[in-house]
């Protein structure tokens, strides 16, 4: 998998980079603890926001699903 992850970074520019690109790159890809703990620092909050927002969501999402 890695070795995918660096081609994208030779192919792509900084600017252009996915997360999983960016997160092996600015760690050097030699420790899976250190990409853990940046993959979870980058997808918590979202997580938080989908859970104080849940109710909205639902609601919104349940409103354009009927016909009118």
């Known amino acids: ?7 994208s970074m030779k192919v792509l ?9 960016a997160i ?3 760690t050097g890809g030699e420790s899976s603890r250190t ?14 926001v989908i859970i ?3 109710k909205h969501l639902v609601k919104g999402l ?5 016909k009118g």
């Not at 520019?13 to 690109?21: C, D, G, Q």
């Not at 703990?37 to 979202?46: C, D, G, K, Q």
């Open 1 to 7: 998998m890695t070795g995918k992850i660096l081609n």
């Open 52 to 54: 104080l927002f849940q």
């Open 13 to 21: 520019a900084p600017a252009e980079w996915t997360l999983p690109v």
């Open 35 to 48: 990409i853990t703990e940046a993959a979870v620092s980058i997808t918590l909050p979202i997580v938080i």
């Open 62 to 66: 349940g409103a354009g699903a009927v």
């Open 24 to 26: 092996v790159s600015l």
